[in-house]
């Protein structure tokens, strides 16, 4: 919305974790690259606020690259090093399926 800018450090990890430059994260060089995209398949969505019931709204540009609809359930997974992951109970069950079935 332009109302505020991101924190410069909290960007500089985020570049980090997507493997890509924190030029790349915020500044896509069309001449370069050719394309007038970020790097296929990372994204930034921006800045959410816990509210006092520890809900976030998801932003409407994710949910609407992760096929998110009112009434999905979502899993929360936490790595205490890592952090936070939302994934979707269909593809979490997939998984599961599938190493359940590679440990047979």
């Known amino acids: 919305?332009?109302?505020?800018?991101?924190?410069?450090?909290?960007?500089?990890?985020?570049?980090?974790?997507?493997?890509?430059?924190?030029?790349?994260?915020?500044?896509?060089?069309?001449?370069?690259?050719?394309?007038?995209v970020p790097p296929k398949g990372r994204h930034v969505f921006g800045l959410v606020t816990v509210g006092d019931k520890g809900q976030i709204v998801i932003p409407a540009k994710a949910r609407k690259i992760f096929s998110i609809q009112p009434g999905d359930r979502l899993i929360v997974l936490g790595d205490e090093a890592q952090g936070l992951a939302l994934l979707s109970e269909k593809d979490f069950l997939s998984m599961v399926r599938s190493f359940r079935t590679q440990g047979e």
Do not use: H, W
């Open 1 to 36: 919305t332009g109302e505020s800018l991101p924190d410069i450090e909290r960007c500089k990890q985020l570049a980090e974790i997507f493997g890509v430059s924190l030029d790349d994260l915020v500044n896509y060089d069309t001449a370069a690259t050719g394309l007038n």
